[in-house]
């Protein structure tokens, strides 16, 4: 079955520390990925994704993700968080074949120490 | 600038009530979803559109209908509200086209709870 994981429910990291979020999708072919943020009381927003070439992708905000094909994996990274940063964050897949649709992980709970 | 909007932010609905959730994109966007939010389970697909007046079914129709009788207003209906219906609803829109190739639009939610 299509899935995305996102195995962190809830991350703390301190004000200026490297962040890595991580996301692993099951698909039967190499779908589209991307990653979004949600502020409190706001819906989503795209931070990058990734469709095909170069598998590092850069975002909005300062983050960045990568692609592995042979993990299904597409971390989400940002070298130094800010206190702005603190939201939560959704990994998605498109399907690329079937009936197309989005299919959403659960979400990872960003908590930023100042 | 791109603009989907939902016509509540909260709404507070009784059992039974009919209830509509409104949404509506300025972007010319064919293609329209429904999501509802909760916590620990992510967004789940309830319906969506690729045109006027046409209608898919998503991952959890049950107990939803929706309308799309022109092409910026996508409308959730709640025929008979129930509890378990308490959620976040987020609607969403992209350009033309049947891929996903390209990111979605949400609005701001409605964060509906039925009594």
């Known amino acids: 079955a299509q899935s995305v994981t996102q195995p962190d429910i809830h991350i703390t990291v301190s004000e200026g520390a490297s962040l890595e979020l991580r996301c692993n999708y099951s698909?039967?072919?190499?779908?589209?990925l991307f990653w979004y943020v949600q502020s409190p009381g706001q819906g989503l927003q795209l931070l990058l994704k990734?469709?095909?070439?170069?598998?590092l992708v850069q975002g909005i905000k300062g983050f960045e993700a990568e692609f592995k094909r042979s993990q299904s994996s597409f971390n989400l990274r940002k070298p130094s968080v800010h206190w702005s940063d603190a939201a939560e964050y959704f990994c998605?897949?498109?399907?690329?074949?079937?009936?197309?649709?989005?299919?959403f992980g659960t979400g990872t709970r960003l908590k930023v120490l100042a | 600038d791109v603009k989907v909007t939902q016509s509540s932010r909260y709404l507070v609905k009784r059992t039974g009530e009919k209830v509509f959730l409104e949404c509506v994109q300025d972007m010319d966007h064919e293609n329209m979803f429904w999501y509802r939010q909760d916590p620990g389970l992510g967004l789940r697909l309830i319906y969506f559109s690729y045109d006027v007046k046409m209608k898919e079914k998503g991952d959890i129709p049950e107990g939803y209908s929706v309308s799309r009788e022109k092409k910026e207003r996508f409308s959730l209906i709640l025929e008979s509200a129930s509890t378990n219906q308490t959620s976040m609803y987020l609607c969403?829109?992209?350009?033309?086209?049947?891929?996903?190739?390209?990111?979605?639009?949400f609005g701001p939610g409605t964060r509906l709870t039925v009594l």
């Open positions: 990734y469709f095909s070439g170069d598998t």
């Open positions: 969403a829109s992209t350009i033309p086209g049947q891929g996903t190739y390209n990111e979605q639009f």
């Open positions: 998605a897949v498109g399907t690329t074949s079937g009936t197309y649709k989005y299919i």
């Open positions: 698909y039967g072919a190499t779908p589209y």
